[in-house]
């Protein structure tokens, strides 16, 4: 890559700056270098995963969460040689240093083989009424509301299309006829997209009992129709076709701040007092992974949500991962978010 120096920072930089860059770069990964350019350490998207389910925050300086034993490469590597070194090593990315250790570029997996397609179904939940931001949604579904000039739900699509995937699938009810004319069969886009219809609301989950039976044989990503975000959804998926588990589902940081100095104690004497503290924790982002036999349990007719269709899994005794997010993350649900969707498009979404 030309721009591989957009990709380097310093010991003492943040996580935040490490988040920054990585969306910014595209490349998925972060080199580390002291102050003679020499490679100390690398940061990729896993790591800062890793870091956030750690709870370290922003200000985590870089060193503390980098891999400080990389794997790299020389000028003299063929690309055959490059390629079996990343497959043997699980990884996409590769410095390239001199013999003192010195950056000198970085060789990445998607500059020298073709663009990956995927097969996995992606189901697209588009059936809500939208009630708390009407009146925008009196005549119009909310995934077809524009953010500039692009309904929500096309946002989605793209970015999906840019990470690899053709197979959609939409959940409609509330003015689905809308949805089905703007979006057609996905031929406009490349793509192919098929719909299923709610006869009644019957819940995130409960409509992915309305899908054909045999639909697939992959994992089947489900994301709400109301997000905007920048997650790396093929990230998210090696991430759950690694581990074990039947579900995975997107995280994001939430932190709430009492704004009282909370007084700690031991029966009637006073321990210590912490000055509005900040409580931090994981919400659910809407965007998960299943495995199709999860689909077995549903049938199409009974309202389920996806927290509850995770819980069931979780009571029968099956895993469900935990993805953190870092990236961008929005849930458009009130005139509020709308409106500030607005003003973040014009610098994240193009």
């Known amino acids: 890559m030309n721009n591989w120096k957009k990709v380097i920072l310093k010991a003492k930089n943040t996580m935040k700056n490490a988040i920054e860059a990585l969306e910014l770069n595209g490349q998925g990964i972060i080199m580390v270098s002291n102050n003679q350019n020499q490679l100390i350490g690398t940061i990729t998207d896993g790591d800062i995963r890793r870091a956030l389910m750690l709870q370290k925050d922003l200000n985590t300086l870089v060193e503390e969460i980098m891999h400080k034993n990389p794997t790299t490469i020389s000028t003299g590597h063929s690309r ?5 070194i990343m497959k043997q090593k699980n990884i996409s990315n590769l410095p390239i240093i001199d013999d003192k250790g010195v950056i000198i570029g970085l060789k990445s997996i998607k500059n020298i083989i073709e663009f ?13 009424y939208g009630t708390r931001l009407k009146p925008l949604t009196n005549n119009i579904p909310k995934p077809l509301l524009l953010i500039r000039e692009k309904p929500i739900l096309e946002i989605i699509l793209d970015q999906f299309i840019a990470s690899g995937f053709y197979n959609f699938i939409i959940s409609t009810h509330y003015k689905a006829k809308m949805v089905q004319e703007y979006f057609g069969d996905g031929s406009d886009w490349g793509v192919n997209i098929e719909y299923v219809y709610e006869e009644r609301p019957i819940g995130t989950a409960g409509a992915l009992g309305l899908l054909r039976q045999n639909i697939t044989n992959l994992p089947l990503i489900v994301m709400n129709g109301d997000l905007l975000t920048k997650v790396d959804f093929e990230s998210f998926l090696n991430f759950h076709n690694k581990y074990t588990g039947e579900a995975s589902v997107c995280v994001r940081e939430y932190n709430v701040q009492v704004p009282y100095g909370v007084v700690n104690s031991s029966k009637h004497k006073l321990t210590s007092i912490v000055e509005k503290p900040t409580h931090r924790h994981f919400v659910n982002a809407g965007i998960y992974i299943i495995n199709p036999s999860i689909l077995e349990s549903l049938d199409g007719n009974t309202y389920l949500d996806m927290p509850d269709l995770l819980q069931n899994q979780i009571k029968q005794g ?12 929005l849930d458009i649900g009130q005139l509020e978010q709308f409106q500030q969707a607005q003003k973040d498009s014009k610098n994240i979404f193009n």
């Open 318 to 329: 099956f895993e469900v991962n935990v993805f953190p997010l870092h990236e961008y993350w």
């Open 116 to 128: 990956d397609k995927h097969d996995n179904v992606v189901f697209l939940m588009a059936g809500g």
């Open 80 to 84: 055959e040689q490059i390629l079996s």
